[in-house]
């Protein structure tokens, strides 16, 4: 799963260039890649990965501290601060709320209940949902959270990630079983992910609901990771009608990220 623009290194996006304001551009491109760190980091690591020099991070993170949006932790390391929380709830509604006329379309064209969902830590959070018009859908309430080794959205969230890693986020959460079909060892998990990178999409398989059918896709290079799917019946999401959602997934999905890229919000209308 690509990660955030933070590999950029500074020199090779000047602000004279962009037209923005360097220390501005210095200072989210730190926070970006102390995320990508795990949300703690040294002003070495920073210097290293940034190419920075460390008076300059140091003078970057000291206005950081004082803002609330980094905290200095008792041993001298850099972790994200609290205030970046309400930054990222509000976010991630206006996410939600750009990604609805895409979904609207995915039920128009499928028949059944659409969902938008993140990766946030270890955890995967709805924050969008259109529901089908079938008197028989399913329900998914935004702001819910579960863990990602039972979910469609889980597996394409997870699918490009390297194998120690999810390794790692499966020993920090644990695998229990939803239903009788969960996956619930590491091995297994991987094997579903190696399924997803050749066919394209994820599948949930009565893994978090029994009688319930999920196909998910992830949306390329969204700014967060992200991923979108279509919930229903397992009796109407079938193997034949995988065949002819899949294709209408992936599309959404791209057209989604496209918008997504654009510097003004997104309007639906594609």
């Known amino acids: ?159 490009y990630t390297p194998a120690e890693e999810v390794r790692a986020l499966l020993s920090r959460t644990g695998m229990p079983a939803a239903t009788e079909k969960t996956i619930t060892t590491p091995e297994g998990f991987l094997d579903a992910l190696a399924l997803v990178r050749d066919a394209g999409y994820a599948v949930d398989d009565n893994e978090q609901e029994i009688g319930v059918r999920c196909l998910a896709v992830s949306v390329p290079n969204s700014p967060t990771a992200a991923a979108i799917s279509i919930s229903g019946p397992a009796g109407r999401v079938t193997e034949a009608a995988t065949e002819k959602i899949v294709p209408i997934l992936q599309e959404v999905a791209q057209e989604l990220s496209t918008a997504l890229a654009n510097t003004t919000a997104p309007n639906g209308g594609a």
């Open 1 to 159: 799963m690509p990660t955030s623009s933070a590999s950029t290194t500074d020199a090779a996006k000047p602000a004279a260039a962009s037209g923005g304001v360097q220390s501005l551009e210095r200072a989210f491109d730190l926070l970006e890649r102390m995320a990508d760190a795990g949300g703690e980091v040294g002003l070495s690591e920073l210097s290293a990965s940034s190419g920075l020099p460390l008076p300059t991070i140091h003078r970057l993170m000291r206005t950081l501290v004082a803002c609330g949006y980094v905290r200095q932790q008792p041993n001298r390391r850099y972790a994200l601060g609290p205030r970046l929380i309400r930054l990222g709830e509000s976010a991630s509604r206006l996410l939600g709320t750009w990604a609805r006329p895409y979904l609207a379309r995915l039920v128009e064209e499928t028949g059944e209940t659409a969902n938008m969902a993140l990766l946030d830590g270890d955890e995967i959070v709805y924050v969008a949902q259109v529901p089908s018009k079938h008197s028989m859908r399913m329900f998914t309430e935004v702001g819910r959270r579960v863990l990602p080794h039972s979910t469609g959205v889980g597996k394409a969230l997870l699918a």
